[in-house]
């Protein structure tokens, strides 16, 4: 089966990655002049699940992306896999009951997620934490523009090529299938154009390694997030500017940056740090915080997979085997609360 993607992202790029495996034909359209030009395109990214409090179908999509990102970044080469592990800092009360809820009910083995006191929290970060925190043992980043690369390898890829309408696509590509995998460029096709979809601006931060961060051996989280080194270089993130739409890079966002770092880990209060460059890009989010993926129109063969907000390095993979379980036709076990809870038609429009 032939299915053409639109859009070259983690969320293109990943289905085209499944798709290829199961043995269909999957066609990438992309229109920038490279993969991963978007949302896509930083260099350090963690792979962390948006944790929920109760399981549910939201949680249970989290929770098995993330086990089976950790099963397909082993397959991968060169997408700079550091699985040195996350502690994710509670810095209030509303994370101390939601963090302890989490680890009830997502049943994960305590090796792999448990809360730990600040104390051993220091010991794990190599800088002294003054939170508790729920630590992620097996969690870590990847570089998301060379993972979109090398989930595209040995695929058919069309840069420089803009999609106008999907059955413009389909019937260009000779496709059977056609998915919109393009972010907010969705907006612009018909059957999309009632998807909530939003923009929300982000711009990470990137700062010398050494100095005060020098010994951090685990990624931090706190709302904000600062990874260990990769390279030679921290990435600090993330500024979230649903106003805002533009790329341009904002000198008051690195500085929002690092003084969210210093306010979660009070010892570096009084550090400076050399920043060495900064990306912005523009996130497609939805109202719910969950992507939509599913089917636009089952018989035209029209499909989407967008809305991946900020845990897209998750949601694109595990949303890629949900939708290539559908245009392929073949009997998924994703409980049906869990296909309406990402589904277009969720938000009761007609697509
Ligand atoms: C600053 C920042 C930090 C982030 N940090 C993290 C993180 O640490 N961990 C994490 O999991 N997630 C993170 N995210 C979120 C993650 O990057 C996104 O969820 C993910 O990149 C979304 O992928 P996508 O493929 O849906 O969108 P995109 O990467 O934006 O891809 C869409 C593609 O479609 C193309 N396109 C658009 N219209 C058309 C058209 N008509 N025809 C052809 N092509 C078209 C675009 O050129 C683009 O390449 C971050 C995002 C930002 C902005």
Redesign the pocket.
Known sequence: MRVAI???????CALAYVLKVRGAEPVI????DRL?????G?RI???NPRFTAELGPQGAFYSKAFFRALDVFGRLDEIDWVPCGALHLITDEKKARRFSKTCESWGWAQEDMRLVDAREASRIAGVEITHDALYLRRSGSVC?EKLCRAYADGVDVHLN???ESLAQVKTDFGADAVVA???L?AL?FSACTDLPLRAVR???TLVAGGGALDGLASHLCYGG?VSRAVDGVHVV??TFQPWLDHCDLLEEDDLDNLAKLKEAVPVLAGAEFEVIGA??????TVKDHFPVIGALDAAAGYYVS?G???????S?LEGAHILAGMILGEQGDWPSALLVALSPGRFSTIC
């Open positions: 639109v859009g070259g992202g983690l969320a293109g359209v992309e229109a920038a991963a030009s978007g949302a896509s930083n990214g963690l792979y998301p090529v803009r999609a995998a393009n972010g460029g612009a982000g711009q990470v997030y993130g993330s990306r912005a890009a523009v996130r497609c967008a991946h907000g900020s845990h897209g390095i998750l694109s």
